[in-house]
């Protein structure tokens, strides 16, 4: 059974931060590992992907990912947050199948 | 322009009562989905189809029936809505070349009452 887990419900940060949403994943096999933003009232938009070669990976609005095969982690990252980007962040895994199975979510809020 | 379009955004509706959600993609893609999301939670998968005149189960599917009449369209029915069954309702659609990458409606928004 593959699971997702974020572990961090809420995070808070100020303008121009730094952040890091965190994403670990349980399963045994190749899989792809991905991103997605919701703004409140609106339905999810993909951000970035990851199914195999360079670990990070580089996805809309300056945000990147890095996959660990070690730690089973798929985290994601932004060097420098704007306000715009407060929105709750899901990680998805997919067993190489059509099926993504989403982690409960992080609500990402920015303040000014 | 939306290419993953639902209807209707909002609708309440009596307990016992039959709702169907529409959606409808211009992707020109194979696969479609219907999800649910609880406020505070994931989305969990209700029913999919990969082709035209099929569906399939999700991971929750009791209390839905699914309708794929053709690759554009997908509705969702609920023959007798309950309380339990208040929630967002999220159509998505991908293909086999993209990945597995989803791409979304703007979800209808359902209260039973």
């Known amino acids: 059974t593959q699971t997702v887990s974020q572990s961090d419900a809420h995070v808070t940060v100020f303008e121009g931060d730094s952040v890091e949403l965190r994403c670990n994943y349980s399963?045994?096999?190749?899989?792809?590992l991905s991103w997605y933003i919701q703004h409140h009232g609106h339905g999810l938009q993909f951000l970035l992907k990851?199914?195999?070669?360079?670990?990070v990976v580089q996805g809309v609005n300056g945000f990147e990912a890095e996959f660990s095969k070690s730690d089973s982690s798929f985290h994601l990252r932004k060097a420098s947050v704007h306000w715009s980007d407060s929105a709750v962040y899901f990680c998805?895994?997919?067993?190489?199948?059509?099926?993504?199975?989403f982690g409960s979510g992080t609500q990402l809020t920015v303040m000014p | 322009e939306a290419a993953v379009t639902q209807s209707p955004r909002s609708k309440v509706a009596v307990t016992g009562g039959k709702v169907t959600l529409s959606c409808h993609q211009t992707?020109?893609?194979?696969?479609m989905y219907w999800y649910r999301q609880d406020t505070g939670h994931g989305l969990r998968l209700i029913h999919y189809?990969?082709?035209?005149?099929?569906?399939e189960k999700g991971d929750i599917p009791d209390g839905y029936k699914a309708s794929r009449p053709s690759q554009e369209n997908f509705s969702l029915i609920l023959e007798l809505a309950s309380l339990s069954q208040t929630a967002v309702y999220f159509c998505?659609?991908?293909?086999?070349?993209?990945?597995?990458?989803?791409?979304f409606g703007e979800g209808s928004r359902l209260i039973v009452v």
């Open positions: 992707n020109n893609h194979d696969y």
């Open positions: 189809s990969y082709v035209a005149d099929s569906t």
């Open positions: 399963y045994g096999g190749s899989i792809y």
């Open positions: 990851y199914y195999s070669g360079n670990p």
């Open positions: 998505a659609s991908s293909d086999t070349n993209s990945g597995n990458t989803l791409y």
């Open positions: 998805a895994v997919s067993p190489g199948s059509w099926q993504l199975i």
